[in-house]
């Protein structure tokens, strides 16, 4: 079954220039990746188009982060096309900084620069890639900062802040490269409930934006309120991919509803 | 909430605040203090005596061969010959000059001092953590001192200062020069060979491997030796390399190796996800390895970086084999001269080599820890 198929286009008609291939920010065709001998993505096929919100979902261990990991090239795939902002990923170095440039990424353990304060975590990538001169970077972090709502923390250390908070400092870290597209690797799963909902409400902003983002999250009330798609993965595969409302109410594959049986209770 | 109102509670709400109470009381004075650390047990008791016993065994012999029994002040050898059971310390006066310059010529003493001195300066402005504009030290120190020592040290014509060959160079100079030397020079290196063994580029990790390997594997005399004797094959027929930068180099590579795994240690323990989230922003190899990775990783093993630079400065003593007039080889020559032959003079001159080493290590072990502390306090995780 190919997943994009036409369910997908129908969803998309409203955009007339949905076909013409610069509107598309991320495609995977055909993609395929092996740990070793094991098969971790099986032709995985995905476009996403410019502005497009997808959440992707589906059991631990089905690929989910490999696959999101691809875009950006922290891991390799093998076989298949990744295009992204019309850039294809191959072993060419510097096509893949130039990718990692347009891309921000956030991790479900922040990854944040420990030894680094704040402001320095978020002026460090602008200085020393963007060659942005020290005051601009500094006025560009601040600004962001204050965006997720914790401008007055740019002086600590990440050490010193709660998982909420750095995990808002993470987004405002990439968002500082000023990024056309937010991959976001279930940045919600490492924190203590209560901090959950400041970190989405910055996600939710985010889309509201305008911001291209995938987003691999088990927060369905997310994925209602701003996906565009709804991406079922399952064994390294794209099982099943429709809009929320489709997709929560009307399941079609059986691996689908066993999922969501067990995640939505 | 007893027991027994707990028991017959299945619904309990709280209708008093719960007042916060001081702690209980504290033990404090000397004699809790001793109480809880000295004799805390049977154990601890008997141990606390057994090393008081020690100390008053020790103590009054030291107090006595440095101190009491000493000759203090004497013109020559004669007054230590008949004193046996104390330190000879004219015997360090007299000899002092020659500890600090070796055989450097008297006349020209004032361009070894101006060397230390200046070294000194720049060394406690670059390693004093609140002093201003380190990045301006840190330039004078290592760019432009070591010119001036150089032309300093051994003089030209050209600028009327007389020539001192490298073989009139010895006491503290030399010693203070090749430990220098040695630590400045095996920092950088082992941070390369460190990158290099952890490199995916087979021929890289293979040449620094085989390199770590093989250094750290052979004596250090040995690598001095082959210094020494094999420096001279590996450069252009004609050129001698100095017989005093023939250890130096030898030196440098030797803490290398060592420093290297000290190095890589400390990258191994550094987290996946730093290297990923340097590379989701864009940064390339070398930036993510100077800004993220490196300053992680060395802070981590500052311990082990001052071990491997006080175990450095300590074998720096060995340059003397290959015939360098070291610190040690100096009070070896000097209490070995027959005005000065008394019981007690070479252990007088060892004991105070000792006490210079211990000096400069100690210092050495206690910056690295201040070091460490304010590491902790920035970051508090
Ligand atoms: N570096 C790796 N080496 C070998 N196997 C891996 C590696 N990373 C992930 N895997 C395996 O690949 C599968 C998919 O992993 P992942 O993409 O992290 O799943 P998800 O994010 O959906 O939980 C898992 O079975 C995992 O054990
Ligand atoms: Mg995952």
């Given at each position: 079954?190919?997943?994009?198929?036409?369910?997908?286009?129908?969803?998309?008609?409203?955009s007339?220039?949905?076909?013409?291939?610069?509107?598309?920010?991320?495609?995977?065709?055909?993609?395929?990746?092996?740990?070793?001998?094991?098969?971790v993505?099986?032709?995985?096929?995905?476009?996403?188009?410019?502005?497009?919100?997808?959440?992707?979902?589906?059991?631990?261990?089905?690929?989910?982060?490999?696959?999101?990991?691809?875009?950006?090239?922290?891991?390799?795939?093998?076989?298949?096309?990744?295009?992204v902002?019309?850039?294809?990923?191959?072993?060419?170095?510097?096509?893949?900084?130039?990718?990692?440039r347009e891309?921000?990424?956030?991790?479900?353990?922040?990854n944040?620069?420990?030894?680094?304060?704040i402001l320095?975590?978020?002026?460090l990538?602008?200085?020393?890639?963007?060659?942005?001169?020290?005051?601009?970077a500094?006025?560009?972090?601040?600004?962001?900062l204050?965006?997720?709502?914790?401008?007055?923390?740019a002086?600590?250390?990440?050490?010193?802040?709660?998982?909420?908070?750095?995990?808002?400092?993470?987004?405002a870290?990439?968002?500082?490269?000023?990024p056309?597209?937010?991959?976001?690797?279930?940045?919600t799963?490492?924190?203590?409930?209560?901090?959950?909902?400041?970190?989405?409400?910055?996600?939710?902003?985010?889309?509201?934006?305008?911001?291209?983002?995938?987003?691999?999250t088990?927060?369905?009330?997310?994925?209602?309120q701003v996906?565009?798609?709804?991406?079922?993965?399952?064994?390294?595969?794209?099982?099943?991919?429709?809009?929320?409302?489709q997709?929560?109410?009307?399941?079609?594959?059986?691996?689908?509803?066993?999922?969501?049986?067990?995640?939505?209770? | 909430?007893?027991?027994?109102?707990?028991?017959?509670?299945?619904?309990?709400?709280?209708?008093?605040?719960?007042?916060?109470?001081?702690?209980?009381?504290l033990?404090?004075?000397?004699?809790?203090?001793a109480?809880?650390?000295?004799?805390?047990?049977?154990?601890?008791?008997?141990?606390?005596?057994?090393?008081?016993?020690?100390l008053?065994?020790?103590?009054?012999?030291?107090?006595?061969?440095?101190?009491?029994?000493a000759?203090?002040?004497?013109?020559?050898?004669?007054?230590?010959?008949a004193?046996?059971?104390?330190?000879?310390?004219?015997?360090?006066?007299?000899?002092?000059?020659?500890?600090?310059?070796?055989?450097?010529?008297?006349?020209?003493?004032?361009?070894?001092?101006?060397?230390?001195?200046?070294?000194?300066?720049?060394?406690?402005?670059?390693?004093?953590?609140?002093?201003?504009?380190?990045?301006?030290?840190?330039?004078?120190?290592?760019?432009?001192?070591?010119i001036?020592?150089?032309?300093?040290?051994?003089?030209?014509?050209?600028?009327?200062l007389?020539?001192v060959?490298?073989?009139?160079?010895?006491g503290?100079?030399?010693?203070?020069?090749?430990s220098?030397?040695?630590?400045?020079?095996?920092?950088p290196?082992?941070?390369?060979?460190?990158l290099?063994?952890?490199?995916?580029?087979?021929i890289v990790?293979?040449?620094?491997?085989?390199?770590?390997?093989i250094?750290r594997?052979?004596?250090?005399?040995?690598?001095l030796?082959?210094?020494?004797?094999?420096?001279?094959?590996?450069?252009?027929?004609g050129?001698?390399?100095?017989?005093?930068?023939?250890?130096?180099v030898?030196?440098?590579l030797?803490?290398?190796?060592?420093?290297?795994?000290?190095?890589?240690?400390?990258?191994?323990?550094?987290?996946?996800?730093q290297?990923?989230?340097?590379?989701?922003?864009?940064?390339?190899?070398?930036?993510?390895?100077?800004?993220?990775?490196?300053?992680?990783?060395?802070a981590?093993?500052?311990?082990?970086?001052?071990?491997?630079?006080?175990?450095?400065?300590?074998?720096?003593?060995?340059?003397?084999?290959?015939?360098?007039?070291?610190?040690?080889?100096?009070i070896?020559?000097?209490?070995?001269?027959?005005?000065?032959?008394?019981?007690?003079?070479?252990?007088?001159?060892?004991?105070?080599?000792?006490?210079?080493?211990?000096?400069?290590?100690?210092?050495?072990?206690?910056?690295?820890?201040?070091?460490?502390?304010?590491?902790?306090?920035?970051?508090?995780?």
């Amino acid at each position: 079954m190919k997943p994009d198929g036409t369910l997908t286009m129908s969803a998309v008609a409203a955009s007339p220039a949905a076909r013409t291939g610069s509107d598309y920010a991320v495609e995977l065709a055909g993609v395929h990746k092996w740990y070793g001998a094991f098969h971790v993505l099986r032709d995985v096929n995905l476009r996403v188009r410019k502005g497009e919100k997808i959440v992707i979902c589906g059991p631990s261990g089905s690929g989910k982060s490999t696959m999101i990991r691809c875009i950006n090239r922290l891991e390799e795939h093998q076989k298949g096309n990744i295009v992204v902002n019309g850039t294809e990923l191959t072993n060419d170095l510097r096509r893949i900084d130039e990718v990692r440039r347009e891309v921000g990424m956030c991790f479900q353990h922040f990854n944040l620069f420990p030894h680094l304060t704040i402001l320095e975590n978020c002026t460090l990538a602008p200085i020393w890639v963007r060659k942005m001169p020290k005051k601009d970077a500094e006025e560009i972090a601040m600004k962001y900062l204050t965006r997720v709502r914790i401008p007055e923390q740019a002086n600590k250390y990440p050490g010193q802040l709660s998982g909420g908070q750095q995990q808002r400092v993470a987004i405002a870290r990439s968002l500082c490269m000023n990024p056309k597209i937010m991959l976001f690797d279930e940045p919600t799963s490492a924190l203590d409930p209560e901090m959950v909902k400041e970190v989405l409400d910055t996600m939710v902003s985010l889309a509201n934006e305008g911001m291209t983002m995938l987003c691999v999250t088990h927060e369905m009330g997310f994925a209602r309120q701003v996906a565009d798609r709804v991406v079922f993965m399952d064994a390294g595969e794209i099982v099943e991919m429709n809009t929320p409302d489709q997709f929560f109410s009307n399941p079609r594959h059986e691996r689908t509803r066993l999922f969501l049986g067990q995640i939505l209770h | 909430m007893s027991d027994a109102t707990y028991a017959n509670q299945t619904a309990y709400l709280r209708t008093t605040p719960a007042p916060a109470e001081p702690p209980p009381a504290l033990a404090q004075g000397p004699v809790a203090w001793a109480r809880q650390n000295l004799f805390s047990g049977p154990v601890s008791a008997l141990l606390t005596l057994a090393s008081i016993a020690f100390l008053v065994w020790v103590i009054p012999g030291l107090v006595r061969f440095l101190i009491t029994d000493a000759v203090w002040h004497a013109d020559s050898g004669e007054v230590c010959r008949a004193n046996q059971g104390g330190a000879c310390w004219p015997f360090i006066w007299a000899k002092a000059s020659f500890f600090w310059y070796g055989p450097y010529p008297e006349s020209q003493h004032w361009r070894v001092d101006l060397v230390e001195v200046v070294g000194a300066a720049l060394i406690v402005w670059l390693l004093w953590q609140g002093a201003p504009k380190r990045n301006v030290a840190a330039l004078l120190f290592f760019v432009a001192f070591p010119i001036l020592s150089f032309v300093l040290l051994r003089g030209s014509d050209w600028l009327g200062l007389p020539v001192v060959t490298t073989d009139l160079w010895g006491g503290v100079l030399v010693t203070l020069l090749v430990s220098l030397v040695g630590i400045v020079f095996s920092l950088p290196l082992g941070v390369l060979l460190a990158l290099g063994r952890r490199s995916k580029l087979p021929i890289v990790n293979a040449i620094c491997t085989g390199f770590i390997e093989i250094v750290r594997g052979v004596p250090f005399i040995i690598v001095l030796f082959m210094a020494n004797f094999m420096l001279p094959l590996f450069l252009p027929e004609g050129w001698t390399p100095d017989r005093l930068l023939r250890p130096l180099v030898g030196t440098a590579l030797f803490a290398a190796a060592y420093m290297a795994e000290v190095v890589r240690g400390g990258m191994q323990a550094m987290p996946k996800g730093q290297y990923e989230g340097a590379a989701s922003v864009g940064l390339g190899y070398w930036q993510t390895m100077r800004l993220i990775i490196l300053p992680q990783a060395l802070a981590l093993v500052i311990p082990g970086i001052v071990s491997n630079f006080i175990s450095l400065f300590k074998d720096t003593t060995l340059v003397a084999i290959v015939g360098i007039f070291d610190f040690l080889r100096t009070i070896e020559t000097a209490y070995n001269d027959p005005n000065w032959t008394s019981p007690t003079t070479s252990a007088t001159g060892l004991i105070t080599a000792a006490a210079f080493y211990w000096v400069f290590c100690f210092g050495m072990s206690r910056y690295s820890q201040g070091v460490e502390r304010r590491l902790r306090a920035g970051r508090r995780h």
